[in-house]
């Protein structure tokens, strides 16, 4: 931890900064939440931390920004941010485009800051209990699957880019990071499909070491309670992840927990913005295929 509170900034105030970001970082010790800056002003009028008026005046007063903003409007905020030597908290995906998630890692480079992106199931310690479980064991294929109503109705319903990116945009990049993390590096999209209609993704992958998994994903799913499963298997049996109980805010703490300890010891953590880029090459790779 570093020895002074970090200046943090939330960038956004929709469902998801209102209901993590913002509790998160107005409670957490090593935190001073400076404020929020919003694209329409009159958006942050109800929360209950100061308005910046201006990107400029956010990134004068603080030292990190916690973005919680589409991934098309996150891209060049975050440059600009690290441009500006803040540290960053990315949500995901990390950008609208490849390019876009590209820049965003060079300007960290370039700035020597730190990043971490909120794939936020992997920071809940049930998460990391079977990530643990599968690296240490032997392991050739895995599932995923997310499937919910959220686009249907509720809170994040009227998100447009959730809407236009569906399942694949929004819960993809979690299965697709935890995939990825418990079988090895994906290197190839092997076959995907949607029904566009009805928002149903069937993915598959090959890993480095001659895995396969598979990905299914729907937010058009009238399911409830949403429905989160991954297994992998192979010659040391079969592990398996439903657990859902730890909170998104206590996931978000832990979080801002390892951020700060990334800025205290200037070491990148393993979730960080490079990380963001990868799964972005590969969604980008799901679209190409789909196309």
């Given amino acids: 931890m570093t020895a002074t509170p970090i200046r943090v900034a939330v960038v956004g105030a929709g469902p998801w900064a209102r209901e993590t970001h913002i509790p998160a970082l107005s409670a957490h010790p090593g935190v001073e939440l400076v404020g929020v800056w919003t694209r329409r002003p009159e958006a942050a009028d109800d929360l209950p931390v100061p308005r910046f008026e201006s990107i400029e005046a956010m990134l004068e007063g603080c030292d990190a920004v916690s973005f919680a903003v589409p ?107 935890l995939l990825d993390a418990t079988l090895g590096s994906i290197t190839k999209v092997i076959d995907a499909r949607v029904i566009a209609d009805d928002d149903l993704w069937h993915l598959t992958f090959g890993h480095t070491g001659g895995a396969t998994s598979t990905a299914q994903l729907s937010l058009r799913v009238p399911a409830r309670p949403t429905v989160t499963e991954f297994s992998v298997h192979g010659p040391d049996g079969v592990v398996t992840l439903t657990d859902r109980t730890t909170g998104s805010v206590e996931c978000f703490t832990t979080l801002v927990d390892e951020l700060l300890t990334a800025i205290a010891t200037s070491t990148d953590h393993p979730l960080d913005a490079a990380r963001g880029l990868h799964i972005q090459r590969i969604i980008a790779e799901v679209h190409r295929r789909v196309a």
């Fill in 71 to 177: 991934p098309d409007a996150q891209a060049p905020l975050a440059v600009a941010a690290a441009d500006a030597g803040k540290h960053l908290i990315l949500d995901k995906p990390i950008a609208g485009t490849v390019e876009g998630a590209e820049a965003i890692v060079a300007a960290v480079r370039a700035a020597d800051v730190r990043s971490i992106v909120t794939f936020t199931r992997r920071y809940a310690p049930e998460t990391r209990a079977f990530v643990d479980a599968a690296q240490a064991g032997r392991y050739a294929g895995g599932l995923g699957r997310w499937i919910s109503g959220s686009l249907l109705g509720g809170r994040y319903s009227s998100s447009q880019w959730r809407q236009d990116g569906g399942a694949l945009l929004d819960v993809g990049p979690h299965v697709i990071d």
